[in-house]
């Protein structure tokens, strides 16, 4: 069974909020569906509470992930987190509501689309060729400029 977070209604107190801090599988995040291993769990420390019919969450969200780098192709470790979640989701009338959906879609709006080593701390073995743009090329784009900025309205 895969945990995610979850939380009781019954357990929020009226007119307050709930702390919740804990750690829940990561396999629920599916983020091999970004191409990114898990490492452990996702450590979450959130409040809680219910406003206007509906659940709210707010907090941090920590987890240790493996990349591959887009630049040497070689495996690192980078711990993600946010100190920002955020999430608002109407009650449907169950007793016992799941966070984890409104969690994975955070995180994976928040991964990085092109992971490089140097997100863990590494230097990117990887050298890419600068292509040096010549005189002649510049002074062209300049001119190219130039008669753009004697338009007038």
């Known amino acids: 069974m ?3 977070i979850t939380v ?13 801090t804990g750690e829940a599988n990561s396999v629920a995040l599916d983020l091999e569906e970004a191409g990114i291993g898990a490492v452990g ?6 409040q809680v509470g219910i406003s206007d019919g509906g659940l709210f969450a707010t907090g941090t969200l920590s987890q240790t992930m493996r990349m591959t780098c887009v630049g040497c192709l070689e495996f690192f470790e980078w711990q993600f987190e946010t100190k920002e979640f955020a999430m608002q989701k ?3 009338g169950s007793e016992l509501v799941d966070l984890t959906p409104e969690v994975r879609e955070d995180i994976h709006l928040l991964l990085p689309m092109h992971p ?3 997100l863990g701390g590494n ?9 040096l743009v010549s005189s002649s090329e510049i002074s062209e784009i300049r001119s190219v400029w130039a008669a753009l900025d004697n338009i007038t309205h």
């Not at 769990?41 to 959130?46: K, N």
């Open 8 to 20: 009781h209604l019954h357990h929020i107190p009226e007119n307050e909020s709930l702390h919740l």
């Open 116 to 118: 490089r080593c140097t």
């Open 41 to 46: 769990p996702l450590f979450y420390d959130l």
């Open 123 to 131: 230097k990117c073995p990887a050298q890419f060729p600068q292509r």
């Open 90 to 92: 109407e009650l449907s």
């Open 2 to 4: 895969n945990k995610g």
